[in-house]
């Protein structure tokens, strides 16, 4: 168990609706990395925020977008769903700007149909 | 995204052999770290290193920090079958940025 949760575990929806994922660093973790994996790919950058404000954008769609509140915990919100959004979506933490160590919730699987 | 070069791509094994994977890149990182991810899971931390030439062991695994800072190297020895899985390198420059591999795939013959 890393200590990183994530709601839910599995998400059926349709095209066009919105879902919210949401996750819950380790505790004392300031930094919050979002990641989508589609099939059989690698790790995707999305989104990363520290102590509540954004930090480091990678290749996220204007559908997408994200926070992170005062109590650390962060949502990652999809509007508009395509067919192409279903994949998995990790969240991680670390304990700061310059610590290496990055750990992984067990993720949020969508499906779009 | 930008992507680390992971080789080998994929690989099968019989039980009991010794494996042997690397990551290379074209920039200096501070941090080495070395996932192992099992179908529909997270990808779970095995080992970080944090200096070059650095040596660092978990179990049968070993991983070792290039001297160029530059690539880095993931040993498994004796396999079983639950080594099956995909691993991922991950390099870190400081400052939020990682690099994630390509992954490599790895499937135990029993």
């Known amino acids: 168990d890393s200590g990183v949760t994530q709601t839910p575990k599995h998400l059926i929806t349709a095209t066009g609706q919105r879902v919210t994922l949401r996750c819950s660093p380790r505790s004392g973790d300031l930094s919050v990395y979002w990641y989508q994996q589609s099939l059989d790919q690698g790790l995707q950058f999305l989104i990363q ?3 509540g404000e954004e930090r480091a954008k990678g290749n996220i ?9 005062p109590d650390l915990h962060s949502e990652l919100n999809l509007s508009s769903l395509e ?16 610590t290496g160590e990055l750990f992984f919730g067990e993720g949020s ?3 779009v149909l | 995204g930008q992507q680390l070069n992971q ?21 200096i990182f501070n941090t080495w770290l070395w996932y192992k991810q099992d179908p529909g899971e ?7 290193l944090y200096k070059a030439g650095e040596l660092t062991s978990n179990g049968r695994l070993t ?5 160029t800072r530059k690539d880095s190297f993931l040993n498994i020895s004796a396999s079983i079958p639950s080594d099956v899985g995909i691993y991922f390198c991950a390099g870190f420059s400081g400052t939020y940025k990682y690099i994630f591999g390509t992954g490599t795939r790895l499937k135990v013959l029993a």
Do not use: H, K, W
């Not at chain 1, 769609?61 to 509140?69: C, D, G, W």
């Not at chain 1, 067919?83 to 310059?98: I, K, V």
């Not at chain 2, 991983?63 to 001297?67: E, N, S, V, Y």
């Open chain 1, 49 to 51: 925020y520290y102590n």
């Open chain 2, 42 to 48: 997270g990808p779970v931390l095995l080992i970080a």
């Open chain 2, 63 to 67: 991983a070792q920090f290039g001297i």
């Open chain 1, 83 to 98: 067919l192409g959004d279903s994949a998995l979506y990790f969240c991680a933490s670390s304990s700061g700007p310059n």
């Open chain 1, 61 to 69: 769609l204007e559908r997408f977008s994200a926070q992170q509140f």
């Open chain 1, 109 to 111: 699987r969508l499906t």
């Open chain 2, 7 to 27: 080789s080998p791509q994929s690989m099968f094994i019989q039980e009991g052999e010794d494996v042997s994977m690397n990551c290379t890149s074209s920039s």
